[in-house]
T-cell receptor, first 111, second 112 residues
């Protein structure tokens, strides 16, 4: 158990819908990262937050957004979902040594 | 942009050593990591090496870094069936924050 929690574990929805994925970092970690894992793209960095502020952006679509709240949990919002958005979405948090610990992931299926 | 490459597959016999290789292109990488992913599970951080080191040992795991050739390897001694998984190499680009750039993963199969 990495100490990073993610909910829900599985999500099945339809095209055009909007979903919210939730992540709680390890106690004491201020940075949260979101990654997407798909068969065709592999593991890709989406976005990073540090203590509530956006720190870095990767290959994140405009239909996707995220935020980090004062209690440091983070949410990833995916809207206007397409079939190609089906993937595993991982959240990670890092300590001051830049060790990144991953949550168990949310498996999103868009039908 | 940055690129991390790994071979797709490695098969070894139980008790043998496994060596998983990785090459990267970003010469400003600061940290290089190895993660393990078992079926249906998340990514488990195995070990990492700072770019000013050339070797790191942690129990059965040995990481070797050749900065000149931008080559990283993970050696698993006395490989067990429980080591069967996908192993990902990852780097943090030194000039672009702390996000990880991952290789495509190497599937390790350990035969009894």
């Amino acid at each position: 158990d990495s100490g990073v929690t993610q909910t829900p574990k599985h999500l099945i929805t339809a095209t055009g819908q909007r979903v919210t994925l939730r992540c709680s970092p390890r106690s004491g970690d201020l940075s949260v990262y979101w990654y997407q894992q798909s068969l065709d793209q592999g593991l890709q960095f989406l976005i990073q937050y540090y203590n509530g502020e956006e720190r870095a952006k990767g290959n994140i679509l405009e239909r996707f957004s995220a935020q980090q709240f004062p209690d440091l949990h983070s949410e990833l919002n995916l809207s206007s979902l397409e079939l190609g958005d089906s993937a595993l979405y991982f959240c990670a948090s890092s300590n001051r040594y830049n060790e990144q610990f991953f949550g168990p992931g949310t498996r999103l299926t868009v039908l | 942009g940055e690129d991390v490459e790994q071979s797709l597959f490695l098969s070894v016999r139980e008790g043998d050593s496994s060596v998983i290789n990785c090459t990267y292109t970003d010469s400003s990488s600061t940290y290089l990591y190895w993660y393990k992913q078992e079926p249906g599970a998340g990514l488990q951080l195995l070990t990492y090496i700072f770019s000013n080191m050339d070797m790191k040992q942690d129990q059965r795991l040995t990481v070797l870094l050749n900065k000149k050739d931008k080559h990283l390897s993970l050696r698993i001694a006395d490989t067990q069936t429980g080591d069967s998984a996908i192993y990902f190499c990852a780097e943090t680009p030194g000039n672009a924050g702390n996000m990880l750039t991952f290789g495509g993963g190497t599937r390790l199969m350990v035969k009894p």
